[in-house]
């Protein structure tokens, strides 16, 4: 026979195991099983601008160690091309593949500046913020939304 006998292993654990292998079971075997992500659009930061027309952009993604079973980061850098090289270091932006790669590296375009470096813009309230504070204070913008209001009822009382 082909299978040898490992050391204190059972008569029953022994038959188990050959039996899965004539089987072509293969789960008994641990491999990592590698995946290649062709994303169409992808969203990352600007960290160089110093070729004509073209944006170096850093995209960071959470992937899995199988053994771990924690979520590191993975970084990969894109070239992208920037037609109206409207790009600043620091822009966090909107990729889109290309169907056929420009050159041997660029294989991206720019679609989309989604936040320009330092003008960031609260996405869940459309306004703009520093960290974690509003730019405009709630508080005025209520007075002069109530302001305006009160505005459009007296010019509507007044006709």
């Keep these: 026979m082909?299978?040898?006998v490992a050391e204190g292993e059972s008569r029953v654990a022994r038959c188990r195991r050959v039996r899965a292998w004539k089987?072509?079971?293969?789960?008994?075997?641990?491999?990592?099983?590698?995946s290649s992500v062709h994303a169409?659009?992808?969203?990352?930061?600007?960290?160089g601008t110093a070729?004509?027309?073209?944006?170096?952009?850093?995209v960071t993604r959470l992937v899995?160690?199988?053994?771990?079973?924690?979520?590191?980061?993975?970084r990969k850098t894109y070239f992208a091309h920037d037609a109206l090289q409207q790009c600043t270091v620091g822009d966090i932006v909107l990729l889109k593949a290309l169907p056929v790669p420009r050159t041997k590296h660029v294989k991206h375009?720019?679609?989309?500046?989604?936040?320009?470096?330092?003008?960031?813009?609260?996405p869940v309230t459309g306004k703009p913020c520093a960290g974690t504070t509003y730019l405009e204070s709630p508080v005025s913008l209520e007075t002069t939304r109530l302001t305006k209001n009160l505005e459009e009822l007296n010019s509507s009382l007044a006709q």
Excluded: C
Excluded at 23 to 34: A, K, L, P
Excluded at 40 to 47: A, C, F, H, N, S
Excluded at 65 to 71: A, V
């Design 64 to 74: 899995l160690d199988p053994y771990l079973l924690k979520y590191f980061n993975k």
């Design 2 to 4: 082909g299978a040898a």
């Design 23 to 34: 089987q072509g079971d293969q789960s008994h075997i641990m491999s990592v099983v590698r």
């Design 109 to 122: 375009e720019l679609a989309e500046i989604v936040f320009k470096v330092g003008q960031v813009i609260d």
């Design 40 to 47: 169409k659009w992808i969203v990352g930061k600007v960290i």
């Design 51 to 58: 070729m004509q027309k073209t944006a170096k952009v850093r």
